[in-house]
């Protein structure tokens, strides 16, 4: 069974950076047609998709995160990370590490989500 | 890119269908037939119900479907239970090779 998890922080300091790692566990990140990506969900609101990446690398991200985001795997560590630069108060939320069919299709599996709270 | 637009909430009795909407642009919804739709319980995780616009995963009940029209995608619940009341949300892939949701439906069984 596959498993998700989220480490990281769970406060950092406005104008700091948020960064995440997501262990997946129960199989490989290098099977193919699997894209891994991160979703936020700020407290009591939606969900906002933030990006995914392949194991090879290739990224697609929020064009509305884009300029403060970087993702990166790191398939020796079945790991794959997120860094988002010059937080402030509206970054606060879950964090999901999740897996999805290619870039467009079903997410199939989440993590359980880490909190992260950015203090105003 | 713009959240797809979905109602607030909704609700219905026991027993009865409800269908959620969830409204997009020709640049998502109406793009592609990659739709997908999402159950949410307090405090847990997203678990997905639809995909591509109609299909249902594996173990989930036959009584949650979808559909497509233009740019407008469906979730229909029939036979309402209690344990469904929850918040959902669409997701759409888009021609930027994004994905974008839906702001939420909360669900209230009553």
């Known amino acids: 069974q596959l498993q998700l998890q989220e480490s990281g922080p769970g406060l950092v300091r406005p104008s700091e950076t948020l960064s995440l790692t997501c262990t997946v566990s129960?199989?490989?990140?290098?099977?193919?047609?699997?894209?891994w990506g991160w979703i936020r969900q700020p407290p009591g609101k939606g969900l906002e998709w933030i990006g995914n990446i392949y194991y090879s690398g290739s990224t697609y991200y929020n064009p509305s995160l884009e300029s403060r985001l970087t993702m990166s795997v790191d398939t020796s560590r079945n790991q794959f990370s997120l860094r988002l630069s010059s937080v402030t108060a509206a970054d606060t939320a879950v964090y999901y590490c999740v897996r999805s069919y290619g870039d467009y299709g079903m997410i199939d599996y989440w993590g359980q989500g880490t909190l992260v709270a950015v203090p105003s | 890119q713009s959240a797809l637009t979905q109602p607030a909430s909704v609700s219905g009795s026991p027993g009865q269908s409800i269908t959620i909407s969830c409204t997009g642009t020709s640049s998502d919804v109406g793009a592609y037939n990659y739709v997908s739709w999402y159950q949410q319980h307090p405090g847990k995780a997203p678990k997905c119900l639809i995909y591509?616009?109609?299909n249902r995963p594996s173990g989930v009940s036959d009584r949650f479907s979808g559909s497509k029209s233009g740019n407008t995608a469906s979730l229909t619940i029939s036979g309402l239970q209690a344990e469904d009341e929850a918040d959902y949300y669409c997701s759409s892939y888009t021609t930027r090779s994004t994905r974008v949701f839906g702001g939420g439906t909360k669900l209230t069984v009553l």
């Open positions: 591509d616009v109609s």
């Open positions: 129960g199989d490989s990140i290098r099977i193919p047609s699997y894209h």
